[in-house]
């Protein structure tokens, strides 16, 4: 039986094989592809992507190789090309030359695909899981490259989306009269050399003549200038670094499916940083692996198969929802808490918050998010486990030993700075209490 591949730089488990030659780059599907993931993103209040030459290249590419083997290599291996790198060195290296962010492996890039009938059927793979979520929806990512070939039975996609330091696309959607704002949200476009969190906006006409009344607050859309002409400037600032966007009205168009204006999404209710760099399951050693869930107010607060064990209190600022996958540390205070020093113990098993703070956490522990929460699991899951339906954003994820997995030994107990905060049950379980 065939099988749905994707291929990530985070992470990829798939298996397929396919006897068809290697096929030509079908233009047209490709940007088919790009208008599906815009769509998708502008539902979910994210900026749409521009199309990229180079990561165009890098991912035609990566299909032409994969396409000219016998078979497509198991596991992990898929992410390596010709010579065995992954997508972000293969970037960083000549004819592609990609730029990075302070080191060479800080590099914002990032790589899914889909091997099947149709963009349809695509996009409902990437859509079913929240690894492939992180991936297309991330607001990290401004460009995109879609290689869609042909292998006789459908195409393969390889869509590679990356980021560009001072680099921000700003997209036309004529029929709605909008632009298309993009910010920079890599967590390693810091200092004053690389703008960050826009805060403000100003736009110019062609002559460089101030459009409006001066500088107005960032926001992702803006209403198409009237009397702009074929050309305008969007300077974009975070207070300390400006940067000036040429855009040609004809030429910076957003692909959206048929070509049809999209609506203007809804405000975003705060911006997200997330960051992707996993490598495949079975790595030594704690690895980590971001997750964006996106969705309707949630209402229920249990993972499926969880039975409450514990009812939260009026004052509790945090629950501990698990079972036997995964445990997820939710944020219910309804304002900002400081997770530093929470440590989850259990004999000698230990697992602190401070082992969420690797380069991929979204935003801070000393002041995590409301309604927000941080999730572990095992490296050898075969799937990711669903986050709990009341957390809006997981800011972070990190696998573990099997072993490793305290919650599903017995009791455990959580502290801080030595001081017993609770006592919880064994998985599967809901522990709350209070911070102090």
């Known amino acids: 039986m065939k099988r749905l591949l994707m291929i990530s730089a985070l992470l990829l488990i798939a298996l397929s094989t396919r006897p068809a030659p290697a096929g030509a780059q079908d233009s047209r ?24 030459d180079t990561l165009r290249a890098l991912a035609e590419d990566q299909a032409s190789y994969l396409l000219s083997l016998a078979a497509l290599p198991e596991g992990g291996e898929i992410h390596r090309g010709r ?21 060479p492996e800080q590099i914002a890039l990032t790589e899914i695909a889909y091997d099947g009938r149709n963009v349809s059927a ?12 992180t991936a297309a929806l991330n607001p990290v990512y401004r460009e ?7 292998d006789g039975e459908g195409y393969l996609y390889i869509v590679v ?35 960050h969190n826009a805060t403000r906006v100003r736009l110019f006409d062609a002559e460089g003549r101030p459009l409006g009344d001066g500088w107005q607050p960032w926001q992702m859309t803006l209403p198409l200038p009237a009397g702009a002409g074929d050309r305008l400037f969007v300077m974009t600032s975070d207070g300390t670094v400006d940067v000036l966007t040429e855009i040609n009205l004809h030429d910076n168009t957003a692909l959206l499916p048929g070509g049809l204006a999209a609506p203007a999404p809804a405000p975003a209710a705060s911006p997200i940083v997330i960051v992707s760099a996993t490598p495949p399951p079975g790595a030594p ?12 107010t949630p209402t229920p607060r249990t993972l499926p198969g969880v039975t409450p064990s514990a009812t939260p209190g009026a004052g509790d600022d945090l629950i501990l929802i698990y079972d036997a996958r995964s445990l997820a540390i939710y944020n219910s205070a309804g304002r900002a808490v ?25 935003g801070t522990l000393s002041a995590f ?26 800011r972070g994820a990190i696998t573990i030993d099997p072993d490793d997995r305290l919650w599903r030994g017995g009791s455990f107990i959580v502290s801080r700075a030595g001081a017993q905060l609770a006592a919880c049950p064994a998985a599967p379980g809901l522990c709350s209490f209070a911070l102090r």
């Open 285 to 296: 050693g704690t690895t980590s692996t971001p997750i964006m869930v996106l969705g309707p």
């Open 83 to 103: 010579s065995g790198e992954f997508p972000p060195v293969r970037a960083r290296r000549a004819p592609y030359n990609w730029p990075s962010y302070n080191r």
């Open 29 to 52: 599907e490709a940007d088919r592809v790009i208008a599906a993931l815009n769509a998708w993103r502008l539902e979910q209040n994210t900026w749409p992507l521009r199309l990229n």
């Open 161 to 195: 989306l990356g980021a560009r330091p001072n680099v921000l696309p700003v997209l036309v959607n004529p029929g709605a009269g909008l632009l298309y704002l993009s910010d920079e949200r890599y967590s390693y476009a810091s200092g004053d050399r690389w703008i």
């Open 144 to 150: 995109v490259g879609v290689a869609a070939l042909a």
């Open 369 to 394: 998010a409301a309604r927000d929460c941080l999730q572990v699991w095992s490296w050898d899951e075969a799937s990711d486990p669903p986050a709990p339906s009341d957390c809006r954003f997981v």
């Open 338 to 362: 400081d997770l530093t020093g929470l440590v989850l113990e259990q004999g000698a098993l230990r697992l602190s918050a401070g082992d969420w703070q690797t380069p991929w956490l979204s």
């Open 122 to 133: 695509a996009l409902g793979f990437w859509k079913s899981s929240p690894l492939h979520q």
